[in-house]
């Protein structure tokens, strides 16, 4: 394989040298590929731009000028203040840094710098700037004499301390044109497909985000970029569906309806719609011999728990079995419970696996299973431990609440039978982010809540409103009900501040509600005591039970009608939104009540939560609010790099194409073996081969 002159160390790049290339290694740019792919921060073009003459006291303004004079001011108070006189065309002004008296050092007379900061009355006009960068040295020196191109528009670069802006510009301006000739041969779209998208070629991208005339430029540049990250994720995870539903196919169930059907009649509602355009979609793969391979994503309360039973039951009618883990041994026995309820009087037996089952009785499940005596098999990873046969596995649910993005989820999916796999998360995600993080499944969404859903009734109070929020728990328990109050995770460092939930279990138990059981929950705890407590709870034998954020975890408990989440502002809104999934479960009227220091930012966001029970909305409010590096961060197996161009609450457009296209290629050619793809080919397998491995393909 050639290496593209583009791979060559940057220390080769004209103007850098070894002892910059360790300044430039320690900004990430290793490679001449990286320095052309180092895009500027920010662009300030004459709509951001002020010209001297037009600055009035009290606005914040950027300015583009010339040092004429510069040095350091000395006051009564011993402030020592940095001033430079900064000129343009239109005319000439103060611009002060109080202090900062080391700013002599690097501010030279005959400098061009651009400076943004509020405009004040001192003497005159006089900017403080809040940021500046010195854009290029007054004549005689590295880098001087570098105007931006094109004048209108001047773009900012991410810079450091060791390695200046103008320095920066200086090395890119000067080799900008022969990197983007070198680039030229990486394309792989030609123009018919570009025009297609309306993606601009790569040399053309990177240019605009260069130097861009106009401001549209910069944003078709970053589009196109954005298009590559997004297509190459795609194409990888396009490779490991087809791995997964092709190259090894599964079952094609023969549809028989004779326990489907009776379902059907069994239920006592009419399927949603969104239900019934599920089981058609779940269908449709598990009656084909591809393989199925798909996410079956809703809300908390959606129905997914019956769309599973439908598919385990078609598996079931053709003569194989079901299977569906959960993640614990509680959720595990819950499913068992709904799922008995609805099979068993079609004569289908249900058997339950778990951590917890002793060796006799454990061996005879084993034996329902090996036999085929078990039409479905429900549990935790005990399904999945050496020793468990199954008669005729075919399809297995894998329930993974709200830790979607898990890739123990395939491990059902890696034995010998390889059955059917269905995935189901009760974490609304926006779609974006779904396709990013889950390109390689099938998605469908409920969508849709059954009819008749009370919602449950979501109110904001201060810390010093706690007694009406206690009065109200009381008065839900004296009713009957139970409750829940939860806290953020406690960690040992930052204590201080929050209520940590051990101590405000004491208080809760034996000043606030004495009369009542309090029981209380949370991540430090051995699972065994977690579990005693959850299943007391569970019982109605706890009536209050204190918790940190470990409930999240679909429990259900229809009983639970109030909901108390102290330090609201701490959680993330799809945590919130889960944490209030946990009422609202019976037909009663059920609360959900935030408890958070007024004045702080982050009330409006709660606010917003307050306003909406729509579990996707909330998540793209999170998606925006948060961004997307906290959530590709850890969910993504933990590497994959960030996208660093495409922007998830933009480019869903993109990445549907970018999906439709990869999908397309990968199972008309999935080597990437016609000379058409020669170019994708060797990308894939040079620059984007560390992901390849990541997800275990190539
Ligand atoms: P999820 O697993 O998505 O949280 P479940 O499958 O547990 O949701 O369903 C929540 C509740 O709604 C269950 O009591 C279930 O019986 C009920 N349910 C499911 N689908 C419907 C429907 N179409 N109409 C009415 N109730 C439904
Ligand atoms: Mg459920």
Redesign the pocket.
């Known amino acids: 394989m050639t290496v593209s002159s583009l791979d060559r160390p940057v220390q080769f790049v004209k103007g850098v040298g070894p002892q910059r290339a360790e300044v430039f290694g320690r900004l990430g740019i290793l490679t001449a590929r990286d320095l052309l792919y180092h895009v500027p921060r920010r662009y300030d073009d004459a709509s951001t731009l002020h010209s001297i003459d037009s600055l009035q006291v009290g606005m914040d303004a950027s300015i583009r000028g010339r040092v004429r004079s510069c040095g350091v001011i000395p006051t009564r108070s011993g402030l020592r203040i940095f001033q430079a006189v900064v000129e343009d065309e239109s005319g000439m002004i103060t611009c002060a840094w109080p202090g900062q008296p080391w700013l002599s050092r690097r501010v030279r007379k005959g400098d061009r710098i651009l400076a943004t900061g509020p405009v004040k009355f001192f003497h005159g006009h006089q900017l403080q700037p809040k940021e500046f960068t010195i854009i290029s040295r007054g004549h005689g020196e590295e880098g001087g004499g570098v105007e931006p191109e094109g004048g209108r528009i001047f773009p900012t670069y991410p810079a450091g301390e060791d390695l200046p802006q103008w320095v920066l510009r200086g090395i890119l301006s000067r080799n900008l044109d022969e990197l983007l000739g070198q680039v030229g041969p990486e394309e792989y779209l030609t123009e018919v497909e570009r025009e297609r998208l309306e993606l601009h070629s790569l040399p053309e991208a990177l240019g605009r985000l260069h130097r861009p005339e106009r401001m549209i430029e910069v944003e078709e540049g970053r589009r196109r970029l954005a298009w590559d990250e997004l297509f190459f994720l795609q194409l990888v995870q396009a490779k490991v569906r087809h791995r997964d539903t092709i190259e090894e196919p599964g079952t094609g169930f023969e549809r028989t309806n004779h326990l489907v059907r009776p379902l059907h009649e069994a239920?006592?509602?009419?399927?949603?719609g969104a239900?019934t355009r599920a089981l058609r979609e779940i269908f449709g793969d598990m009656t084909s011999t591809r393989r199925m391979s798909r996410l079956l994503q809703?809300?908390?309360?959606?129905?997914?728990?019956?769309?599973?039973v439908f598919a385990m039951l078609l598996a079931v009618e053709a003569g194989y079995q079901a299977a569906l883990m959960a993640p614990t041994e509680l959720l595990a026995e819950q499913h068992a419970r709904?799922i008995e309820a609805l099979v068993s009087p079609l004569g289908v037996n249900v058997v339950v696996l778990t951590g917890r089952i002793g060796a006799s009785e454990r061996r005879k499940r084993l034996e329902t299973l090996a036999s085929g005596t078990a039409g479905i098999a429900v549990g935790t990873h005990a399904l999945i431990q050496e020793g468990v046969q199954f008669h005729r596995l075919g399809f297995a649910v894998v329930?993974e609440q709200h830790r979607f993005g898990v890739r123990q989820r395939m491990v059902l999916g890696e034995r010998e039978e390889r059955p059917d796999v269905l995935i189901?998360s009760?974490t609304p995600i926006p779609r974006s982010l779904a396709l990013a993080l889950h390109g390689d499944l099938d998605l469908t969404v409920?969508d849709e809540l059954?009819?008749?859903?009370k919602t449950v009734e979501t109110r904001l109070y201060r810390p010093s409103e706690r007694k009406k929020v206690y009065q109200l728990v009381e008065s839900e328990v004296e009713k009957g009900r139970q409750a829940y109050i939860v806290y953020p995770q406690v960690e040992e460092s930052e204590k201080t501040d929050l209520l940590a939930a051990t101590e405000e279990h004491a208080r809760l138990k034996d000043e606030v509600f004495p009369q009542h059981t309090v029981g209380l929950v949370h991540g430090q705890l051995p699972s065994e005591e977690k579990d005693r407590v959850m299943r007391a709870f569970l019982a109605g034998e706890v009536e209050v039970l204190v918790a940190t954020s470990v409930v999240e975890v679909?429990i259900?408990v229809?009983n639970a009608t109030a909901m108390v989440i102290e330090h609201a502002e701490r959680f993330g809104l799809s945590q919130l939104h889960q944490l209030r999934?946990r009422v609202g479960?019976g037909g009663e009227q059920s609360w959900c009540i935030l408890v958070s220091e007024p004045g702080e930012l982050a009330r409006e966001r709660l606010r917003a939560f307050e306003g909406t029970s729509d579990g996707f909305e909330i998540a793209r409010a999170d998606l925006r609010i948060r961004g997307q590096g906290d959530l590709f961060g850890d969910q993504q197996h933990g590497h994959d790099p960030m996208l660093r161009f495409a922007d998830l609450t933009r480019d869903e457009d993109l990445l549907v194409t970018a999906q439709r296209r990869a999908r397309t290629i990968i199972e008309a050619d999935p080597e990437l073996e016609a000379p058409e793809h020669a170019a994708l080919r060797r990308l894939l397998l040079g620059r984007h081969q560390e992901r390849m491995k990541l997800w275990k393909v190539g």
């Open positions: 239920l006592p509602f009419d399927l949603t239900q809703g809300d908390v309360g959606s129905g997914k728990t019956v769309v599973a709904t329930d189901m009760a409920l059954p009819p008749g859903r679909g259900d229809s999934g479960r």
